[in-house]
């Protein structure tokens, strides 16, 4: 009995230890494969490295609509240095919008936070060196016919690293996670392509990053210098920098009304008889916390029912959540309810907030053209403002008794010291766009309440803002409709593509025909913007028939 016991006992020893061999044998295995990898690529001697070249970069969360790519930005110059001892990273680039060189430098080292600190492991060099450095895992994977070793590893104990290794023994594809206020656990992708032999040094000279499924940066890499002289040094943070995240000033504009400012994005709080509408709800958790806060002081007892959404952009939907988790109900433009019900269930393991853990569920009500929100003590209207060219959703607000305009990104006042341009700056078509909304809705009101900018100003400082004078508001009110249209396909495909790069009166200078117009929207996509044959046909037809040699 005691040697059957002894048996028993030791085959459980043996196959408790069945999974510790597995892990070994696993680490094994990837140290071998990401020492042959190294190799490969040339990692092993190399301690920084410079590459340089051309392309487009986005701006996350800032799309016209959700269903569509980030905007397109021509890069003229990219230059990255990478220093691997020192674990640091420097980007500097150069990119047009609007006709104007607009340059950014980003500094990254082991102390930068994380939404920046992972660009630096995502790179081919930094996930080598970082999977040798955490015990990596390896496995194999066919994918469209064709194999890959799957190396995964984890920094921070959080932070999980994928990357794809081709039959070359070459990165081709990496994958990481990063917290997003909007969307929550956000897959991040890096794909590399086109490698080349630079002094030893196998690298991809063509660099795509995706940020939730959309491009946000697309490369062509043009010089590589291993092993370059670098110096990275970050400069020291501006004395006073503040994100003005938690600070809410408070201003009465009306009975009832309240004008929340802070920072950079603003919100506005409606009193109704026994509930709450705050308009906007913008940036983050934190920002939507000291905005409920202040608004629980300026009307106690009171729940808020309705979280205003003016339109989709990441920084003027990133505190949603929290309004969800208050028990309000998300009021938002019908195009951009999919994309809500998506983020609002998605996954947030990263960073978990008070709505991944309450689990409560959203409720979201849209607005077609118009809704109003009456309780007869008070009304709130709400209007789409029709063919903007800032995004297709964009909503404003309306309280008719107290004559206010609520707005956000269509019209901006500037500081009432800041100092005057060198020349007068053109026309925003998103303003004038604004006053042709107004215009048709028949909007009586004198003071407008911006959710960016210094403060509240008045209807006639947004006639001063396109060059015309106020008109008056009994001619309006007595006016036939006024017809705004959205603009056309090829408008808007030139108003997001082209003009991102030339401004307008460049393009409108130009008077050639098809062959030319050609021509021209061949050499933007080379340089990096991103048209399908479909809109490029789309395009060339809007551009000649408005740009043509006749006109």
């Known amino acids: 009995m005691l040697k059957k016991y002894a048996a028993v006992s030791v085959l459980a020893c043996l196959l408790g230890a069945i999974p510790a061999i597995i892990v070994a044998q696993d680490a094994v295995a990837a140290k071998t494969l990401l020492t042959s990898v190294a190799k490969a690529m040339g990692a092993e001697s190399l301690r920084a490295i410079q590459f340089s070249g051309m392309g487009s970069n986005s701006g996350i969360g800032q799309n016209i609509n959700p ?3 980030w905007p397109v930005v021509r890069v003229k110059t990219y230059i990255r ?4 001892a020192a674990t640091a990273s420097h980007v500097q680039l150069v990119r047009v919008q609007g006709g104007t060189d607009q340059t950014q430098n980003e500094y990254i080292s082991s102390d930068s936070p994380w939404d920046i600190q992972f660009k630096y492991w995502l790179s081919p060099f930094g996930f080598i060196k970082g999977a040798m450095a955490n015990n990596a895992s390896v496995k194999s994977e066919t994918i469209a016919g064709s194999k890959y070793n799957v190396v995964t590893f984890t920094l921070q104990n959080k932070y999980k690293f994928v990357g ?30 086109q490698y080349k032999d630079f002094g030893g040094v196998k690298f991809p000279t063509m660099i795509v990053e995706k940020q939730a499924g959309f491009p946000v940066l697309i490369l062509s ?7 370059a002289a670098v110096n990275i040094q970050a400069p020291p943070a501006p004395a006073g920098t503040t994100t003005g995240t938690l600070s809410v000033q408070t201003e009465k504009v009306a009975d009832g009304v309240f004008y929340l400012k802070g920072g950079t994005h ?4 409606v009193e109704f008889g026994d509930h709450i509408a705050v308009i906007e709800g913008p940036l983050n958790e934190q920002r939507s ?8 002081k300026l009307i106690p007892n009171t729940p808020i029912r309705y979280l205003v959404n003016t339109h989709h952009h990441f920084d003027h939907s990133g505190g949603l959540r929290t309004y969800v988790d208050e028990g309000a109900t998300i009021v938002t433009h019908e195009i951009n309810k999919e994309f809500y019900d998506k983020a609002f269930s998605a996954p947030r393991t990263l960073n978990p907030d008070r709505l991944a853990r309450s689990q409560k569920k959203a409720t979201v009500e849209t607005v077609g053209d118009k809704k109003v929100l009456s309780d007869g003590t008070r009304t709130l209207e709400l209007h789409l403002i029709k063919g903007n060219p800032h995004n297709d ?3 404003l607000a309306f309280l008719p008794k107290e004559k206010i ?12 010291n800041a100092a005057a341009p060198p020349a007068a700056p053109a026309v925003n078509r998103n303003t004038t766009n604004l006053v042709e909304n107004v215009e048709r809705l028949k909007l009586d009101f004198e003071k407008i309440l911006p959710l960016h900018g210094p403060g509240a100003v008045t209807r006639a400082d947004l006639y001063a803002a396109i060059g015309k004078p106020v008109p008056d508001i009994m001619a309006i009110l007595s006016a036939k409709p006024v017809q705004v249209v959205a603009a056309s396909p090829g408008k808007q495909l030139l108003d997001t593509i082209c003009t991102t790069c030339h401004n307008l009166n460049r393009v409108q200078a130009k008077h050639v025909n098809l062959a030319d117009w050609q021509t021209i929207v061949e050499r933007m996509k080379g340089k990096g913007a991103e048209l399908s044959d479909d809109d490029t046909s789309t395009l060339l037809d809007y551009l000649v028939k408005t740009y043509g040699p006749d006109k």
């Open 393 to 395: 959703g964009i909503l």
């Open 266 to 269: 603003h919100s506005v709080a």
């Open 221 to 227: 890499v043009s010089d590589v210098k291993p092993n």
């Open 289 to 296: 916390l000291a905005v409920i806060a202040e608004v629980k």
């Open 81 to 84: 240095e990478m220093d691997f």
């Open 164 to 193: 794809f290794i081709n039959d070359q023994n070459l990165v081709e594809r990496i994958q990481t996670w990063i917290d997003n206020d909007v969307v929550g656990d956000m897959l991040v992708e890096a794909w590399y392509s």
């Open 67 to 69: 269903k569509v790519a």
């Open 405 to 416: 305009l609520i707005e956000v990104d269509v019209y901006t006042p500037a500081a009432a």
